[in-house]
């Protein structure tokens, strides 16, 4: 089939490419040109045409927490928030940590024929932190890269090993660098704000005391490691460090952690119950400058649907994560402008920058990449309300917040996926 | 950030949640408000109408039997009925939510709530729920705060030293867990006491305590030097062998209160203790028994601060 999208502002952060201009796309792929009439003509002046969104963390809760979210749900709110591609983390009830699993979990998404899923494998059985998951099993069913999602390994040996096995074969780790002993019992920064809101805190030093043991292994095993949600401007500081020696380690924040601080969580708000922690406001500050500068290579929405009686607890009690795929363009926007980037390096972190991390070819718009693209309205302004969310988690710490930017259309493999009502 | 969840409209204390944030004016006003009430406590009758008609449930998801009767008695001396509901054998139990719970009792035709729970924050998620002429008043959440206490320190303080611009605090022991120490520091400060200092080791004092306003020591005798007013912390039983402390032994050695080292603080000098005491952990007998000691009087003023709380936010 033949797609022409005529008159858009074409912006492409692989290339930089920021101009109006016609994208048309033949069998689900962007081509130079063609020369018969298309079959579909979508008008997209006054939209931005970019690349789909990839988020590599995004809970879809199947299987097992359905009452939570279900795969249709999250499915939906992904394409509706222009989200072509993410990445889901293991732990799912039960994990990801079996072939079968992962196949049938793949099977559901391609089923539902909305955005690409790759699931993130288990590095370890139930993600109990004891034995290894069979990655290359799992790596032939689908997975794209191993990880422990919020259950960092506590035994460090068992890690070393799990990196020696992972870097075998070449697969990918994504680890979260979190100190499990220092992490126990915290449900918030250990700061000015924990102290005085009386939560049990978590110190910055158990983030950046697991990054030191993780870039030390990444330099005995040579395994290629993705460290997930950094949350400190120590830990910034580190990669930056660690990417000029040349260890092959990227890195992502949660696009909460880029807006948000330990002010943010008021009067108990437990929307600010996140993983890890919301941190000091000269954390944020770095992490957003870091993701400006390159050091953080791409951002993430840590999607995580938490129905509302989870959440209409006590802040410690209350269960942590927010809602975040209909949220990260708008938050990216809003970081962009912040920073006072140009568009295609606003979308970079989302796009080309997580395509780089995830391998694909995908978030670019450019001959023979596959045909994932957004179309939005940049200017558009929206307020942020339950009921302007299609993901069964309304959990959002930005309930309330108007933001700028709504997606029209989404289209995956060339094919229209979501179309705004 | 939304507005104070403690007042209403006008300013008025509609809950009581924490002593943070709560004008001076408030807190003097609680303070005057209790000034006859310690004189009820003396007559032969010794009720007042204040709260005739009014219900107030004492709800306590975490057990406590001192401040429970306090409110107790405070309640019933407003004339108001008081149902106690000992909620961590009853409904939690049987995994009812918090929230499920405050709606079935507020079908009851509560008044007021008065809420300990072992979660920080719990009374400002019940305060968000209840109806407009239902009061919450917290009695203890987890480690943030103990309004109530607090301000019968303050009032037990303005009682014995009258001028709270020209004192020094010190609070001694474990202000880590401390909800009392929490209330007790935002109190005195607001009421512009200059000098309020925190004494303990390293492990037993939260991040950043400084922010609040206090200069930590940890020499217990350099931090009790010319002080006004001693206020010692309970120990938990549970914290005195493990990794915050080595023993009982060696943490009364350095920190507890014995006559030598309160010698060091002013002659006139007044101890203060929320209750229960480990004597011979955190504070010597002769200490508690003796004549710098105003522990006693601190419960009885409890009641007068309490009634005065309750006949502020609920009185008809």
Redesign the interface.
Known sequence: MNLLIKGGRVVDPASGRDEVGDVFVSDGHVVESFREKPQKTIDAKGLVVAPGLIDLSARLREPGYEYKATLESEMDAAVAGGVTSLACPPDTDPPLDEPGLVDMLRRRAKALARARVYPVGALTVKLAGERLTEMAELAEAGCVAFSQANAPVANTQVLWHAMQYAATFGFPVWLRAEDRSLAHGGVAH???V????????I?AFAETIALGTLLQLVRATGSRVHVCRLSTAVAVEMIRAAKKEGLPVSCDVGIHHVHLSEM?L???DSHCRLEPPLRSQRDREALAAGLADGTVDCAVSDHTPVDE?QK??????AEPGATGLELLLPLMLKWGAQKKLPLAKALAPVTSGAARILGVQSGRIEAGAPADLVLFDAGQSWRVAPEMLRSQGKNTPFLGYELAGRVRTTIVAGNVVYEHP | ??GN?QLNANGELQHLLSI?GLPREILTQILDTAEPFAGVTEREVKKVPLLRGKSVFNLFFEASTRTRTTFEIAAKRLSADVINLNVSVSSQSKGE???DTVANLSAMQADVFVVR?G????P??IARHVKPHEHVINAG?????HPTQGLLDLYTIRHYKKDFTRLTVAIVGDVLHS?VA?SLIHGLTTLGVPEVRVIGPQTLL????E??GVHVFHDMRAGLKDCDVVVMLRLQNERMNGALLPSAQEYFKHYGLTAAKLALAKPDAIVMHPGPMNRGIEIDSSVADGPHSVILPQVTFGIAVRMAVMSIVAGN
């Open positions: 250990d700061g000015e924990a102290t005085r809101l009386g939560l049990p805190g110190p943010d008021g009067y108990y009686d209409q607890m006590p802040f410690a009690e | 950030m939304p969840p943070e939510s918090l929230l729970h979660s920080s924050g719990a400002y998620l959440d987890g480690r943030h705060a909800r929490r939260p991040a950043g305590v922010s609040l």
